[in-house]
């Protein structure tokens, strides 16, 4: 009979693999997520990562239908075509994320420069610790 051990931890998803992988040398099936429910689960195995954020201005559109910004138009179609999911993110109305750890990569799909310096600023921090873990 297989075991399957749920565990749950807020760190990252590298930390969710090593514990995955401590628990498969106990001769358990792992599944490790975060204590919120709010990103994909781990395995001992590293997962091709799928989603791509894009970062879009939504108070520029004039309807104010996501469906209809060039962000959905001319990008969405191809990245789903090459088999990944792309989550649209509104930067007028919500923080920009503090973890990106669960997107492949990160499209910034934005005119006007209202938060242009936040966005800014924001990519270079999010660069600066991606190059810390390489």
Same mark, same amino acid.
């Given at each position: ?17 090593? @514990?995955?992988? +401590? ?18 689960? +781990?395995?001992? @195995? ?46 007028? *109305? ?12 990160? @499209? ?14 924001? *990519? ?11």
């Amino acid at each position: 009979m297989d075991v399957i051990s749920i565990d749950y931890s807020n760190k990252g998803s590298d930390r969710r693999r090593e @514990i995955a992988k +401590e628990i498969r040398e106990l001769g358990v099936i792992p599944y490790v997520i975060d204590g919120l429910l709010q990103e994909q689960g +781990e395995y001992d @195995i590293k997962r091709e990562k799928r989603d791509i954020l894009i970062l879009y201005n939504k108070s520029i559109l004039k309807n104010g239908d996501s469906i209809y910004s060039n962000a959905h138009k001319i990008i969405s179609m191809p990245l789903e075509h090459l088999g990944y999911i792309p989550i649209l993110y509104d930067i007028s *109305t919500k923080p920009l994320p503090k973890n990106i750890d669960r997107f492949h990569s990160v @499209i910034i799909w934005s005119r006007g420069k209202k938060k242009l310096i936040i966005l800014l600023d924001w *990519t270079k921090k999010i660069i600066r610790v991606v190059k810390s873990y390489s």
